[in-house]
């Protein structure tokens, strides 16, 4: 009935080491070759590989940073981004708060500093950032044309509460915002969600309908896919916005959960 999976990383497929645990690499090995097993996150691609090598399935594609970059054969098939004067007019405002704002774009991320948000993320994700100015990133992308798949906001929750009212007054129909915790705001392009990025996975390289689609996630970036899919299904300690929409629930992420219902629905 189901050909092909999408789990959320973070909250849902990870354990308490934020790791993926034995008992899952070995669910996971066993779809190999049958039914696709797809990592889609906010994450960026370099924070999602090492995940995928120890599943065995670094030969699929990932979908980044909520939907906003799809890589196969590790080449983009879709890539949206926030503009780089979207941005400009961020650092500009941000100025005087000095927020943390982390820019990524593909496998490029550069931090302003090296401080306790940098080593936050460095130790959630794994992976190493550049430190670089934001207005030498600005005028580096310029030079490029190309402008940001993410940025991360990070900072007091007043300085952020802050930075979220002008973004959303300024461009309410360019940005989605993100608020994972107070102190977090991840900025995303408003046209891309993880259920537009399955839906073009799907139309365009492994011609499946959706409603024969899987999905696992936990938050409310998740929200849209597990609606939309065949089987949404919320891990047990997922937020109660998405409990609630959910096809089914399951055992909490760092119990499993996601490796558990694959075995209990497809009787590996």
């Known amino acids: 009935m189901f050909k092909i999976i999408f789990s959320d ?50 030969d699929l594609p990932l979908i980044s940073y909520n939907g906003g970059l799809i890589l196969v054969d590790d ?18 405002h941000n100025k005087n708060m000095d927020v943390h704002l982390s820019l990524y ?19 959630n994700t794994k992976v190493n950032p550049e430190i670089k100015s934001n207005q ?8 490029e044309q190309k402008g940001a798949h993410k940025i991360m906001a990070m900072g007091e929750e007043e300085n952020i509460d802050a930075i979220f009212r002008f973004l959303e007054n300024n461009f309410p129909d360019d940005l989605h915002l993100y608020r994972s915790k107070p102190t977090y705001l991840e900025i995303a392009p408003r046209a891309i969600s993880k259920l537009t990025a399955v ?49 089914m629930v399951t055992h909490p992420g760092k119990e499993d959960g996601v490796a558990k219902s694959i075995n209990e629905i497809l009787k590996l």
Do not use: C
Request: no cysteine.
């Open 75 to 92: 080449e983009p098939i879709s890539s949206t981004e926030i503009p780089i004067e979207i941005l400009e007019d961020l650092h500009v």
């Open 105 to 123: 774009h593909n496998d490029e991320w550069y931090v302003p500093r090296d401080d306790f948000w940098t080593r936050r993320e460095i130790n």
């Open 9 to 58: 990383i973070d909250g849902t497929l990870l354990n308490a080491d934020r790791d993926v645990s034995e008992y899952t690499i070995e669910t996971i090995k066993k779809l190999k070759d049958e039914i696709p097993f797809i990592l889609i996150s906010s994450r960026m691609p370099a924070a999602m590989r090492h995940l995928q090598q120890k599943m065995g399935i670094e």
């Open 199 to 247: 839906e073009h996975l799907l139309q365009t390289h492994y011609q499946f309908p959706l409603s024969q689609s899987m999905a696992f996630g936990d938050n409310y970036n998740d929200v849209e896919m597990l609606k939309g899919v065949g089987l949404g299904i919320a891990v047990g300690n997922a937020k109660p916005a998405v409990l609630e929409i959910a096809h």
């Open 136 to 143: 030498d990133v600005i005028n580096h992308w310029k030079d």
